[in-house]
T-cell receptor, first 113, second 110 residues
Framework: DADVTQTPRNRITKTGKRIMLECSQT?????MYWYRQDPGLGLRLIYY???????NKGEISDGYSVSRQAQAKFSLSLESAIPNQTALYFC????????????FGDGTRLSIL | KQEVTQIPAALSVPEGENLVLNCSFT??????LQWFRQDPGKGLTSLLL?????REQTSGRLNASLDKSSGRSTLYIAASQPGDSATYLC?????????FGQGTTLQVKP
């Protein structure tokens, strides 16, 4: 089983819909992250959480919200999806402290029509 | 604001060649620098992590160097193979948050 699992893997939806992307991990890490990847722009940080009671905005948080339901679960919501949120979304985890590598899920490909 | 740039954006080489991927960053105050590999439809796999106090790391046919003072890192791949075909991402860790380069897409032809 994958250490970092994202669901769904693919989603096509319409403008204005509320979407939730889910991430769960079995690594026991405190830190979890959500990124989006767009062609030519690399990955950009949306939100991150350093523990269950900690939520922080990243570089591009507008239009998104998150919930850290437990140490192992971190979900990303698009309150009212718009076409420019079409992208590949990645969840990642890391252990606490400096120089801890991040471990990524396989991504969710989201298309907003 | 930290910016990470990778050159070239794409590279195509015949099998067996040694090659170098380049990465530059604007702020030398980093915790570490990582090189990731991304295969189509897959997540990112960490290849090498160089701490800010280190100059290089090696893993098999891969060698990554770090020069903080000049804001540069290189990933050297020896004796390239078709299985090395992927996108390689240079990632800088700034205070616990990762800043990604746009990636170099490598194709190794048999």
């Amino acid at each position: 089983d994958a250490d970092v699992t994202q669901t769904p893997r693919n989603r096509i939806t319409k403008t204005g819909k509320r979407i939730m992307l889910e991430c769960s991990q079995t690594k026991g890490h405190d830190r979890m992250y959500w990124y989006r990847q767009d062609p030519g722009l690399g990955l950009r940080l949306i939100y991150y959480s350093f523990d269950v009671k900690d939520i922080n905005k990243g570089e591009i948080s507008d239009g998104y919200s998150v919930s850290r339901q437990a140490q192992a679960k971190f979900s990303l919501s698009l309150e009212s999806a718009i076409p420019n949120q079409t992208a590949l979304y990645f969840c990642a985890t890391s252990d606490t402290g400096e120089n801890q590598p991040q471990h990524f899920g396989d991504g969710t490909r989201l298309s907003i029509l | 604001k930290q910016e990470v740039t990778q050159i070239p954006a794409a590279l195509s080489v015949p099998e067996g060649e040694n090659l170098v991927l380049n990465c530059s960053f604007t702020d030398s105050a980093i915790y570490n620098l990582q090189w990731f590999r991304q295969d189509p439809g897959k997540g990112l796999t960490s290849l090498l992590l160089i701490q800010s106090s280190q100059r290089e790391q090696t893993s098999g046919r891969l060698n990554a160097s770090l020069d903080k003072s000049s804001g540069r890192s290189t990933l050297y791949i020896a004796a390239s193979q078709p299985g090395d075909s992927a996108t390689y991402l240079c990632v800088v860790d700034n205070t616990g948050k990762l800043i990604f380069g746009q990636g170099t897409t490598l194709q190794v032809k048999p």
